[in-house]
């Protein structure tokens, strides 16, 4: 499903490469959480999988990206839009319509998809989150854990392949971040969907099928069904060797 073959990005003016040396393999209906402290290049992973990277922050990207067998070098992001779908951490400065219903809808609309067909998902995606009271909403009313359901919503609505997600629980509490987690997490066991996620909420892990930890642009370690915890103590184990290298 996504697919990193030697993967290194350095950003135009950038003395060394932001990431070096990626690779791993994500397979299809799996979550997997991108770890680690601020800078050590998550988000440029993330970004490769989309096609923001290169094709929008500029720089070099050395390597293989695949996604859904397409190379992201010479698929520009459009050209991901019917298999990759964003959930990122400010729904309301991305939404584009003013109603939730019309949020689920104007995805698809932008897909191509048939009125039957687009119908017959957002009636699904509604029940599925348990937005079904709020269709008729202003999204400028909504709670901002509100918000980021009708996000994961619009992204399940249009039934991509894969999702990605850019600290989709940071601006929200603990409450309200545990209820999206568990709406990523039903999305990938009821769905099929392939979730790859960046957080620097720990409490995420227990959600993921497996965590990558980042450090210094390389991935360090590889934790299968991790808890918080263990989380945790793997972030303060890499810290310590930080300060005592």
């Keep these: 499903m996504i697919r990193f073959e030697e993967v290194s990005v350095t950003y ?54 695949t996604v859904a067998g397409r190379d992201t070098r010479t698929h520009k992001p459009r050209e991901l839009a019917d298999v990759v779908g964003t959930v990122g951490q400010d729904p309301l400065s991305h939404f584009v319509t003013d109603t939730v219903e019309d949020e689920l809808a104007y995805g698809m609309e932008s897909l191509g998809l048939a009125p039957d067909v687009m119908r017959r998902r957002v009636e699904e995606t509604l029940d599925l989150l348990g937005l079904s009271e709020l269709r008729s909403r202003p999204l400028a009313t909504l709670s901002g854990g509100q918000q980021q359901r009708v996000a ?39 769905l099929g969907q392939t979730i ?49 290298s």
């Design 152 to 190: 994961v919503a619009r992204a399940l609505a249009a039934r991509p392949e894969i999702i990605f997600g850019d600290e989709p629980t940071g601006n929200l509490d603990s409450r309200a971040g545990a209820e999206v987690l568990g709406f990523l997490r039903r999305s990938v066991d009821e």
């Design 196 to 244: 790859v996620m960046v957080t620097h909420d720990p409490v995420a892990a227990s959600y993921a099928d497996r965590v990558l930890y980042l450090a210094d642009g390389r991935i360090v370690d590889e934790m299968y069904k991790p808890t918080a915890e263990a989380v945790l103590d793997r972030m303060k184990d890499f810290d310590a060797r930080g300060r005592t």
């Design 12 to 65: 135009d003016g950038a003395a060394e490469p932001t990431v070096r040396g990626i690779d791993f393999e994500v397979p299809e209906g799996e979550l997997v959480l991108l770890a680690g402290p601020s800078g050590v290049g998550k988000s440029t992973v993330l970004g490769a999988v989309s096609g923001l990277v290169p094709h929008f922050t500029g720089g070099t990207l050395s390597g293989r990206v």
